[in-house]
Protein backbone atom coordinates (compact mmCIF):
# COMPACT_ATOMS: atom_id res chain seq x y z
CA UNK A 1 0.00 0.00 0.00
CA UNK A 2 1.37 3.62 -0.43
CA UNK A 3 1.99 4.31 3.41
CA UNK A 4 2.84 7.81 2.52
CA UNK A 5 -0.67 8.64 1.42
CA UNK A 6 -2.40 6.42 4.05
CA UNK A 7 -0.54 8.50 6.72
CA UNK A 8 -1.44 11.93 5.29
CA UNK A 9 -5.10 11.25 4.72
CA UNK A 10 -4.86 9.73 8.79
CA UNK A 11 -3.44 12.96 9.74
CA UNK A 12 -6.44 15.37 8.16
CA UNK A 13 -9.30 12.72 9.99
CA UNK A 14 -11.08 14.36 12.77
CA UNK A 15 -10.58 11.09 14.54
CA UNK A 16 -7.14 11.42 14.98
CA UNK A 17 -4.86 13.44 16.99
CA UNK A 18 -1.05 14.06 17.96
CA UNK A 19 -1.82 17.05 19.94
CA UNK A 20 -3.15 17.55 22.94
CA UNK A 21 -6.28 18.53 24.16
CA UNK A 22 -5.51 21.85 25.69
CA UNK A 23 -4.96 20.12 29.51
CA UNK A 24 -1.73 20.49 29.75
CA UNK A 25 -1.07 22.58 32.38
CA UNK A 26 -3.36 20.51 34.65
CA UNK A 27 -1.45 17.23 33.56
CA UNK A 28 2.24 19.00 33.95
CA UNK A 29 1.43 19.56 37.62
CA UNK A 30 -0.25 16.16 38.08
CA UNK A 31 3.23 14.61 36.48
CA UNK A 32 5.16 16.72 38.73
CA UNK A 33 3.62 15.41 42.04
CA UNK A 34 4.04 11.46 40.42
CA UNK A 35 7.44 11.40 38.96
CA UNK A 36 9.83 14.40 39.83
CA UNK A 37 11.98 14.26 42.77
CA UNK A 38 13.63 17.24 45.26
CA UNK A 39 15.84 14.68 45.87
CA UNK A 40 17.48 14.41 42.13
CA UNK A 41 17.03 18.18 41.48
CA UNK A 42 19.12 18.31 45.01
CA UNK A 43 21.96 16.10 42.84
CA UNK A 44 21.56 18.55 39.71
CA UNK A 45 22.33 21.71 41.41
CA UNK A 46 25.28 19.59 43.33
CA UNK A 47 27.07 19.08 40.02
CA UNK A 48 25.51 15.38 39.83
CA UNK A 49 26.83 14.04 43.24
CA UNK A 50 26.13 13.56 46.93
CA UNK A 51 27.64 12.22 49.67
CA UNK A 52 26.02 10.47 52.82
CA UNK A 53 28.44 8.62 55.45
CA UNK A 54 30.08 6.20 53.84
CA UNK A 55 28.26 5.99 50.05
CA UNK A 56 29.14 8.60 47.57
CA UNK A 57 26.56 8.72 44.20
CA UNK A 58 27.65 10.16 40.97
CA UNK A 59 24.62 10.58 38.57
CA UNK A 60 25.13 11.07 34.80
CA UNK A 61 24.16 14.09 33.46
CA UNK A 62 21.65 12.99 31.29
CA UNK A 63 19.16 10.44 32.20
CA UNK A 64 15.97 9.47 32.92
CA UNK A 65 12.67 10.33 30.75
CA UNK A 66 13.19 12.35 27.85
CA UNK A 67 11.18 15.06 25.77
CA UNK A 68 9.52 11.98 23.78
CA UNK A 69 8.63 10.11 27.05
CA UNK A 70 7.64 12.69 28.74
CA UNK A 71 5.25 14.07 25.84
CA UNK A 72 3.69 10.52 25.18
CA UNK A 73 3.13 10.17 29.08
CA UNK A 74 1.21 13.44 29.65
CA UNK A 75 -0.85 12.66 25.85
CA UNK A 76 -1.86 9.26 27.69
CA UNK A 77 -2.94 11.53 30.94
CA UNK A 78 -5.01 14.50 28.80
CA UNK A 79 -6.50 11.74 26.93
CA UNK A 80 -8.02 10.11 29.99
CA UNK A 81 -8.90 13.64 30.95
CA UNK A 82 -10.45 14.39 27.77
CA UNK A 83 -12.72 11.43 27.52
CA UNK A 84 -13.29 10.79 30.89
CA UNK A 85 -16.33 8.10 30.25
CA UNK A 86 -14.92 6.51 26.86
CA UNK A 87 -13.36 2.97 26.49
CA UNK A 88 -9.76 3.82 26.34
CA UNK A 89 -7.29 1.41 24.97
CA UNK A 90 -3.50 1.45 24.53
CA UNK A 91 -1.72 -0.81 21.34
CA UNK A 92 1.12 -1.70 23.89
CA UNK A 93 2.67 -0.05 26.69
CA UNK A 94 3.13 3.83 26.63
CA UNK A 95 6.74 3.63 27.58
CA UNK A 96 8.84 0.99 28.72
CA UNK A 97 8.03 1.13 32.37
CA UNK A 98 6.09 -0.62 34.98
CA UNK A 99 5.03 2.11 37.03
CA UNK A 100 4.26 4.32 34.63
CA UNK A 101 2.24 1.72 32.70
CA UNK A 102 0.48 0.30 36.36
CA UNK A 103 -0.24 4.28 37.00
CA UNK A 104 -2.26 3.69 33.49
CA UNK A 105 -4.14 0.64 34.57
CA UNK A 106 -5.04 2.47 37.82
CA UNK A 107 -6.75 5.51 35.54
CA UNK A 108 -9.05 2.69 33.85
CA UNK A 109 -6.90 2.79 30.66
CA UNK A 110 -6.81 -0.77 28.92
CA UNK A 111 -3.67 -2.39 27.41
CA UNK A 112 -4.38 -4.62 24.20
CA UNK A 113 -3.51 -8.21 25.08
CA UNK A 114 -1.11 -9.94 23.30
CA UNK A 115 -1.61 -13.67 22.77
CA UNK A 116 0.68 -16.02 21.04
CA UNK A 117 2.61 -12.67 20.22
CA UNK A 118 -0.47 -11.20 18.11
CA UNK A 119 -2.37 -8.13 20.19
CA UNK A 120 -5.71 -9.08 20.54
CA UNK A 121 -7.56 -6.15 18.38
CA UNK A 122 -11.20 -7.73 18.59
CA UNK A 123 -11.97 -5.54 21.71
CA UNK A 124 -11.69 -2.58 20.73
CA UNK A 125 -15.33 -1.08 18.82
CA UNK A 126 -16.16 1.79 17.19
CA UNK A 127 -16.46 5.13 18.95
CA UNK A 128 -13.48 3.49 21.75
CA UNK A 129 -10.36 5.89 21.61
CA UNK A 130 -7.11 4.20 21.45
CA UNK A 131 -3.08 5.77 22.42
CA UNK A 132 -0.38 4.76 20.44
CA UNK A 133 2.54 4.38 22.39
CA UNK A 134 5.72 6.44 21.70
CA UNK A 135 7.46 3.81 19.80
CA UNK A 136 4.51 4.02 17.24
CA UNK A 137 2.61 1.13 15.80
CA UNK A 138 2.50 -0.28 12.22
CA UNK A 139 0.82 0.96 9.82
CA UNK A 140 -1.69 -2.33 9.54
CA UNK A 141 -2.71 -1.82 12.96
CA UNK A 142 -3.18 2.14 12.38
CA UNK A 143 -5.28 1.29 9.33
CA UNK A 144 -7.58 -1.75 11.20
CA UNK A 145 -8.28 1.15 13.72
CA UNK A 146 -9.17 3.80 11.51
CA UNK A 147 -11.69 1.43 9.86
CA UNK A 148 -13.21 0.13 13.04
CA UNK A 149 -13.88 3.95 13.83
CA UNK A 150 -11.79 4.49 16.19
CA UNK A 151 -10.42 7.80 17.81
CA UNK A 152 -6.62 7.19 17.45
CA UNK A 153 -4.30 9.16 19.85
CA UNK A 154 -1.06 9.30 18.40
CA UNK A 155 2.26 9.73 20.98
CA UNK A 156 4.63 8.51 18.41
CA UNK A 157 7.80 10.08 19.18
CA UNK A 158 8.89 12.49 16.34
CA UNK A 159 12.62 10.40 16.22
CA UNK A 160 10.87 7.37 15.62
CA UNK A 161 8.49 9.20 12.81
CA UNK A 162 11.59 10.67 10.79
CA UNK A 163 13.03 7.35 10.31
CA UNK A 164 10.13 6.47 9.17
CA UNK A 165 10.23 8.85 6.63
CA UNK A 166 13.93 7.74 5.89
CA UNK A 167 12.56 4.10 5.34
CA UNK A 168 9.82 5.94 3.21
CA UNK A 169 12.47 7.68 1.19
CA UNK A 170 14.61 4.56 0.55
CA UNK A 171 11.30 2.71 -1.11
CA UNK A 172 10.69 5.63 -3.31
CA UNK A 173 14.46 5.18 -4.49
CA UNK A 174 14.04 1.42 -4.64
CA UNK A 175 16.61 0.65 -1.99
CA UNK A 176 16.48 -1.99 0.38
CA UNK A 177 16.34 -0.27 4.04
CA UNK A 178 18.93 -2.14 6.84
CA UNK A 179 17.15 -1.56 9.69
CA UNK A 180 19.74 -1.54 12.77
CA UNK A 181 17.31 -2.91 15.54
CA UNK A 182 15.68 -5.56 17.23
CA UNK A 183 13.12 -7.47 14.87
CA UNK A 184 10.66 -7.77 17.47
CA UNK A 185 10.92 -5.24 18.85
CA UNK A 186 7.58 -2.24 18.58
CA UNK A 187 9.67 0.54 17.16
CA UNK A 188 11.58 -1.95 14.33
CA UNK A 189 8.07 -3.26 13.57
CA UNK A 190 6.52 0.20 12.73
CA UNK A 191 9.56 1.13 10.72
CA UNK A 192 9.27 -2.03 8.92
CA UNK A 193 5.53 -1.45 8.06
CA UNK A 194 6.71 1.75 6.47
CA UNK A 195 9.52 0.77 4.25
CA UNK A 196 9.17 -1.40 1.11
CA UNK A 197 12.32 -4.17 1.03
CA UNK A 198 14.18 -4.33 4.46
CA UNK A 199 16.58 -6.47 6.58
CA UNK A 200 16.84 -6.00 10.26
CA UNK A 201 20.15 -6.31 11.60
CA UNK A 202 20.64 -6.61 15.73
CA UNK A 203 24.93 -5.49 15.59
CA UNK A 204 27.97 -5.29 13.99
CA UNK A 205 28.71 -8.64 13.92
CA UNK A 206 25.49 -9.03 11.46
CA UNK A 207 26.22 -6.59 9.42
CA UNK A 208 29.22 -7.54 8.41
CA UNK A 209 27.82 -10.79 7.04
CA UNK A 210 25.44 -8.67 4.94
CA UNK A 211 28.58 -6.92 3.88
CA UNK A 212 30.59 -10.16 3.21
CA UNK A 213 27.67 -11.24 1.29
CA UNK A 214 27.02 -8.04 -0.56
CA UNK A 215 30.75 -8.27 -1.86
CA UNK A 216 31.47 -12.10 -2.24
CA UNK A 217 27.94 -13.64 -2.71
CA UNK A 218 27.68 -16.74 -0.57
CA UNK A 219 24.82 -19.54 0.28
CA UNK A 220 21.78 -18.12 0.00
CA UNK A 221 19.56 -20.19 2.04
CA UNK A 222 21.98 -19.85 4.70
CA UNK A 223 21.45 -16.20 4.90
CA UNK A 224 17.54 -16.54 5.12
CA UNK A 225 17.79 -19.12 7.69
CA UNK A 226 19.95 -16.76 9.57
CA UNK A 227 17.66 -13.76 8.74
CA UNK A 228 14.61 -15.45 9.34
CA UNK A 229 11.50 -13.22 10.76
CA UNK A 230 13.98 -10.33 10.16
CA UNK A 231 13.14 -9.42 6.21
CA UNK A 232 10.50 -8.14 4.37
CA UNK A 233 8.85 -10.89 2.48
CA UNK A 234 9.90 -12.12 -0.57
CA UNK A 235 13.09 -10.58 -0.19
CA UNK A 236 15.99 -12.02 -1.71
CA UNK A 237 19.71 -11.64 -0.79
CA UNK A 238 21.15 -12.08 -4.67
CA UNK A 239 18.33 -9.39 -5.83
CA UNK A 240 17.50 -7.17 -2.87
CA UNK A 241 20.99 -5.68 -1.96
CA UNK A 242 22.29 -3.90 -5.32
CA UNK A 243 20.25 -0.68 -3.43
CA UNK A 244 20.61 -0.31 0.44
CA UNK A 245 19.73 2.47 2.87
CA UNK A 246 20.64 2.53 6.35
CA UNK A 247 18.35 3.65 9.04
CA UNK A 248 17.57 2.29 12.70
CA UNK A 249 15.72 1.31 15.74
CA UNK A 250 16.52 4.85 17.71
CA UNK A 251 17.15 3.45 21.27
CA UNK A 252 20.23 1.17 19.54
CA UNK A 253 24.30 2.04 20.79
CA UNK A 254 24.90 5.10 18.93
CA UNK A 255 28.52 4.07 17.85
CA UNK A 256 27.10 1.09 16.78
CA UNK A 257 24.63 2.57 14.47
CA UNK A 258 27.30 5.22 13.35
CA UNK A 259 29.57 2.07 12.42
CA UNK A 260 26.85 -0.21 11.00
CA UNK A 261 26.63 2.88 8.49
CA UNK A 262 30.10 3.64 7.41
CA UNK A 263 30.24 -0.21 7.03
CA UNK A 264 27.31 -0.18 4.45
CA UNK A 265 29.01 3.04 2.59
CA UNK A 266 32.09 1.55 2.49
CA UNK A 267 30.91 -2.04 0.97
CA UNK A 268 28.64 -0.12 -1.99
CA UNK A 269 31.83 2.09 -2.52
CA UNK A 270 34.28 -0.25 -3.01
CA UNK A 271 31.74 -2.85 -5.07
CA UNK A 272 30.45 -0.33 -7.19
CA UNK A 273 33.05 2.90 -7.44
CA UNK A 274 32.57 6.68 -6.13
CA UNK A 275 30.55 7.54 -9.17
CA UNK A 276 27.89 4.79 -8.77
CA UNK A 277 27.74 5.44 -4.87
CA UNK A 278 25.16 7.74 -4.58
CA UNK A 279 23.06 5.37 -7.23
CA UNK A 280 23.39 2.26 -4.56
CA UNK A 281 23.80 3.54 -1.13
CA UNK A 282 21.24 6.20 1.27
CA UNK A 283 21.50 7.33 4.31
CA UNK A 284 19.99 9.46 6.72
CA UNK A 285 20.99 10.67 10.51
CA UNK A 286 18.46 9.24 12.46
CA UNK A 287 19.77 8.76 15.92
CA UNK A 288 17.95 10.34 18.81
CA UNK A 289 19.47 13.41 20.63
CA UNK A 290 18.13 11.90 23.48
CA UNK A 291 19.56 8.53 23.11
CA UNK A 292 22.91 9.95 22.00
CA UNK A 293 23.46 12.54 25.03
CA UNK A 294 22.19 9.19 27.71
CA UNK A 295 25.11 7.47 26.14
CA UNK A 296 27.27 10.30 25.42
CA UNK A 297 27.00 11.16 29.62
CA UNK A 298 27.41 7.27 30.81
CA UNK A 299 30.51 7.19 28.71
CA UNK A 300 32.07 10.00 30.94
CA UNK A 301 30.48 8.43 34.53
CA UNK A 302 32.06 5.41 33.79
CA UNK A 303 35.59 7.27 33.46
CA UNK A 304 35.11 8.19 37.14
CA UNK A 305 36.76 5.61 39.75
CA UNK A 306 33.47 3.78 40.76
CA UNK A 307 33.20 0.51 42.80
CA UNK A 308 29.70 -0.14 40.99
CA UNK A 309 26.97 0.93 38.40
CA UNK A 310 22.75 0.67 38.82
CA UNK A 311 21.23 1.05 35.66
CA UNK A 312 17.69 1.85 35.98
CA UNK A 313 15.22 1.20 34.02
CA UNK A 314 12.21 -1.58 32.12
CA UNK A 315 13.76 -4.77 31.47
CA UNK A 316 12.44 -4.63 28.08
CA UNK A 317 13.57 -0.97 27.17
CA UNK A 318 16.17 -1.42 25.08
CA UNK A 319 17.83 1.96 25.80
CA UNK A 320 18.60 1.10 28.89
CA UNK A 321 20.43 -2.24 27.99
CA UNK A 322 22.32 -0.80 26.00
CA UNK A 323 23.71 1.73 28.87
CA UNK A 324 24.51 -1.61 30.95
CA UNK A 325 26.24 -2.70 28.13
CA UNK A 326 28.48 0.60 28.21
CA UNK A 327 29.20 -0.49 31.96
CA UNK A 328 29.82 -3.98 31.71
CA UNK A 329 32.39 -3.06 28.65
CA UNK A 330 34.45 -0.98 30.83
CA UNK A 331 34.66 -4.13 33.73
CA UNK A 332 32.23 -1.94 36.55
CA UNK A 333 29.89 -4.80 38.16
CA UNK A 334 26.61 -3.45 36.80
CA UNK A 335 23.03 -4.08 38.28
CA UNK A 336 20.02 -3.10 35.94
CA UNK A 337 17.06 -3.11 37.95
CA UNK A 338 13.72 -1.80 36.84
CA UNK A 339 12.51 0.05 40.37
CA UNK A 340 13.61 0.65 44.01
CA UNK A 341 11.77 -2.58 44.81
CA UNK A 342 14.47 -5.07 43.80
CA UNK A 343 16.42 -3.56 46.41
CA UNK A 344 16.42 -5.57 49.42
CA UNK A 345 15.32 -7.16 52.21
CA UNK A 346 18.44 -6.56 53.45
CA UNK A 347 21.42 -6.13 51.20
CA UNK A 348 20.54 -8.08 48.59
CA UNK A 349 19.36 -6.90 45.01
CA UNK A 350 17.14 -8.50 42.30
CA UNK A 351 18.61 -7.63 38.80
CA UNK A 352 18.81 -8.89 35.61
CA UNK A 353 22.39 -9.30 33.92
CA UNK A 354 22.39 -8.58 29.77
CA UNK A 355 20.85 -11.26 28.08
CA UNK A 356 20.05 -13.13 30.87
CA UNK A 357 17.02 -14.20 33.57
CA UNK A 358 16.81 -12.15 36.66
CA UNK A 359 18.72 -13.21 39.48
CA UNK A 360 19.41 -12.25 43.06
CA UNK A 361 22.72 -11.37 44.82
CA UNK A 362 23.68 -11.24 47.87
CA UNK A 363 25.77 -8.85 49.72
CA UNK A 364 25.74 -6.61 46.67
CA UNK A 365 27.09 -3.45 48.25
CA UNK A 366 30.77 -4.01 49.67
CA UNK A 367 32.08 -3.33 53.02
CA UNK A 368 33.63 0.45 53.49
CA UNK A 369 33.51 3.79 51.80
CA UNK A 370 31.72 3.00 48.23
CA UNK A 371 31.30 5.23 44.91
CA UNK A 372 28.35 4.06 43.18
CA UNK A 373 27.20 5.29 39.36
CA UNK A 374 23.79 6.22 39.04
CA UNK A 375 21.95 6.39 35.44
CA UNK A 376 18.82 5.50 33.90
CA UNK A 377 16.41 4.89 30.81
CA UNK A 378 15.04 7.16 28.74
CA UNK A 379 11.28 5.79 30.02
CA UNK A 380 12.21 5.68 33.92
CA UNK A 381 10.68 8.65 36.11
CA UNK A 382 12.98 10.57 38.23
CA UNK A 383 10.59 9.20 41.50
CA UNK A 384 12.10 5.99 40.41
CA UNK A 385 15.48 6.83 40.72
CA UNK A 386 15.24 8.68 43.80
CA UNK A 387 13.88 5.73 45.64
CA UNK A 388 16.82 3.58 44.57
CA UNK A 389 19.13 6.00 45.89
CA UNK A 390 17.47 6.42 49.11
CA UNK A 391 17.68 2.82 49.48
CA UNK A 392 20.95 2.35 49.14
CA UNK A 393 21.50 5.42 51.71
CA UNK A 394 19.49 3.24 53.75
CA UNK A 395 21.69 -0.41 53.82
CA UNK A 396 24.50 1.94 54.37
CA UNK A 397 23.70 4.61 56.89
Known sequence: MDT??????????????????????????????????????????????????????????????????????????????????????????????????????EMNVGFIEVVDGVKNFAVVAAGDVVILPAFGASVSEMQYLNDVGCTIVDT??????????????????????????????????????????????????????????ILRGGDRSEFLTKFAHAHSEGFDPDRDLERVGVANQT???????????????????????????????????TICDATQERQDAMFDLVDLDLDLMVVIGGF??????????????????????????RIGPGNRIEHKPLDAALTIMENWLPAGEITVGITSGASTPD????QVIEKIFTLKP
Not at 181 to 205: I, M, R
Not at 256 to 275: C, D, H, Q, S, V
Not at 383 to 386: C, R
Open 316 to 341: NSSNTTHLQEIAIERGIPSYHIDSGD
Open 156 to 213: TCPWVSKVWNSVEKHKKKAHTSIIHGKYKHEETVATSSFAGTYLVVLNLEEAQYVADY
Open 383 to 386: KSVE
Open 4 to 105: KTFKRNLNQSEHYHRKGFGHQAEVAGVMNQEYQSSLIQELRGNQYRLRRGPVTIHLAESFGFCWGVERAVAMAYETRQHFPTEQIWITNEIIHNPEVNQRLR
Open 251 to 285: TMLKSETEAIGKLFEATMLRKYGPTALNEHFMSFN
